[in-house]
């Protein structure tokens, strides 16, 4: 077996094997097969797709490339939720002390900013001291102590997906379901879960711009995990524009805060409820959903959810004493506003999450550095009216950037008629 002729065969829209596959994946991570051939192969999976069972066997093979967490021996249901990534989607940091509150152990491995989307780690590593490099022994600890442990990939957790995620950034081949597939579910069946939610984004701001591509790719995530033996849930939910009030790191988990302590009503504190509503049912807690809608507020209206995010950031080398607005965003360093009055009907939100690169925000290569209190605030949503003069977005910033200013104004149109009403969360499947 050699690297260019299982590259040929795939380019040639053939199936590869099993062992094809564990060829091309293992010697990867060990160096064997250079970044060249394995993007040519990466590109040629791209086009040609790759069918369900080598979906399966790129999975496995992603799996078996490092350490398998297994927590079997840990006495409650461990849950998990993964979100596709999309521009100021918070969902999991106030979702996972909520969860926890609720009586789950919430293993939690999450990934870094990916194109023009925000990533949970980069976001909990606004908090001053915040450690999510946690060994195996370490994240084990954690979640037995705590309830929660909240990580990144580590050398040895599907060390694959490290090096091909990174890869797939720079080599326009990362919108693609299979390898989106193998992606997310090869770290979610690593984890060591029980049952798993998905919320795969669809709308401008996401990578499956469309529905029905959203909904293949939930379906080939969902199918897997239940073949693979976990519990599976999925919702397709609205990513045409920024999800709440704020994008960037620690305005977020500023927002993050906020929605923990009951005081922020908006598309992100809806969708976090939604879905712990949905795991609460998936995984048989409560008898009715108006006995887990009270169990829910009681977790937030007693501060237990939020005193559970504040045990999670001290357990992790936090300092719970920065999560004071100073700590975590700029100050408003300017606004973006309407030219004129009407509605406002459309978000072009993929160029709001490249703005929020250029503010450094994100990642253009991979060892950009990242100005945690750098963020923008969503002024208005989808379809309110707005007045000529009236603040669109506000930049927290501490410099001036032109392309910040040119992709914001290009973001979003005013119409005198009010756009098509955004349904929050489109399709659901498992709970
Ligand atoms: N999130 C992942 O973990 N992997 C992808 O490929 C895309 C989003």
Known sequence: MNAPEIIRKKRDNLSLNENEIKFMIEGYV?????????????????????????????????????????????????????????????????????????????????????GHTGGTLDKLESIKGFNVNLTKEKFRETLIKNKVAMGGQTETFVPADKKLYALRDVTGTVESIPLITASIMSKKLAEGIDSLFLDVKTGSGAFMKSIESAKELADRMFELGEMMGKKMAYVISDMSQPLGDYAGNGCEIFESVSILKGETRNYASKLVKETALMIMRQNYVGKSDEERENKYRSAIDSGKAYEKFLDIVRFQGGDEKSLRIKDLMYEKKYEIKSERDGYLFEFDTYKIGIALIYMNAGRFRKEDAIDHKAGIKIEKHLNEHVMKGEPIFSVYADKDNDDVGILLKESFKISQEKGDETKLIKVSRGA
């Open 30 to 114: 060990k160096d064997n097969i250079p970044d060249y051939q394995m993007s040519a192969f990466l590109m040629a999976s791209f086009i040609n797709n790759l069918n369900d069972s080598e979906i399966l066997c790129l999975t496995k093979a992603m799996i078996e490339s490092g350490d398998v967490y297994d927590f079997s021996d840990i006495e409650g249901i461990k849950v998990d939720k993964h979100s596709t990534g999309g521009v100021g989607d918070k969902v999991s940091i106030p979702l996972a002390p909520i969860l926890a509150s609720l009586g789950f152990f919430v293993p939690m491995v999450s990934g870094r900013g990916l």
